[in-house]
């Protein structure tokens, strides 16, 4: 069964750093989000793209953070420059995007990012 | 603007028990309203949606919902509890797919520990 990838499983960096987390979503969706879950709170909604460019974005999605589908197959989040506080979970995921019916987003099994 | 609550971070039954996962929505357009499971280290899994339709919403491994727009809730329920049900689940809303975006907005989550 196709299945959304995510690498690192847990990533380790110093603060200031830049870090980029990949994703590889099913190979014939369309559009693709990011999401993250700071250790015991909700679920966060931070950016969605499709056909190369963003189509939403929260307000937690500031200039430290950009995406990228370099190659037709990976989806990446980039932060520039990390705080303290982006230590939490990134979840990646895809939504095929047909006409029709709802369809539903699959999820990656996550990045966690640790800033010290 | 939409928002989800989740009653209960914690919720403890019984192997053999109902399990019953309580979700109250907030929307200013038709919501389309999902329950998703996490189980350790995993993503995300979707376990059923309400999109248009018959409110009450069948999904995998037995759960059931239903959508009460009069209450705004879509509780999670299975009439018989199993070990393999302890996860983390998580109620979540979003707007009809009109836009690229489509984001889901979640709530926080409430963890199940089934008792043999």
């Known amino acids: 069964e196709p299945e959304v990838t995510q690498t690192p499983s847990h990533q380790v960096t110093q603060m200031g750093q830049e870090v980029i987390l990949r994703c590889v979503p099913i190979?014939?969706?369309?559009?693709f989000y990011w999401y993250r879950q700071i250790l015991g709170q909700k679920v966060e909604f931070l950016v969605s793209?499709?056909?190369?460019?963003?189509?939403?974005k929260s307000e937690i999605f500031d200039d430290q953070f950009s995406v990228e589908r370099p190659d037709g197959s990976n989806f990446t989040l980039k932060i520039r420059s990390t705080k303290l506080e982006d230590s939490a979970m990134y979840f990646c995921?895809?939504?095929?995007?047909?006409?029709?019916?709802?369809?539903?987003?699959?999820f990656g099994p996550g990045t966690r990012l640790t800033v010290l | 603007a939409q928002s989800v609550t989740q009653l209960g971070s914690h919720v403890s039954v019984s192997e053999g028990a109902l399990v019953l996962l309580r979700c109250n929505y907030s929307?200013?357009?038709?919501?389309?309203l999902f329950w998703y499971v996490q189980y350790p280290n995993q993503g995300l899994q979707l376990l059923l949606k309400?999109?248009?339709?018959?409110?009450l919403v069948k999904g995998i491994n037995g759960f059931e919902a239903e959508f009460k727009k009069s209450e705004t809730s879509f509780h999670l329920t299975k009439p018989s509890a199993h070990m393999s049900d302890a996860a983390e689940y998580f109620c979540?809303?979003?707007?009809?797919?009109?836009?690229?975006?489509?984001?889901?907005?979640f709530g926080g989550g409430t963890r199940v520990l089934v008792k043999p």
């Open positions: 979540a809303v979003s707007a009809p797919p009109r836009t690229a975006g489509n984001k889901l907005t």
């Open positions: 929307s200013s357009v038709p919501p389309y």
């Open positions: 190979s014939n969706h369309l559009y």
């Open positions: 309400y999109t248009t339709g018959a409110t």
């Open positions: 995921a895809s939504r095929a995007g047909t006409s029709g019916s709802y369809n539903e987003q699959f």
């Open positions: 793209f499709y056909n190369n460019e963003i189509s939403e």
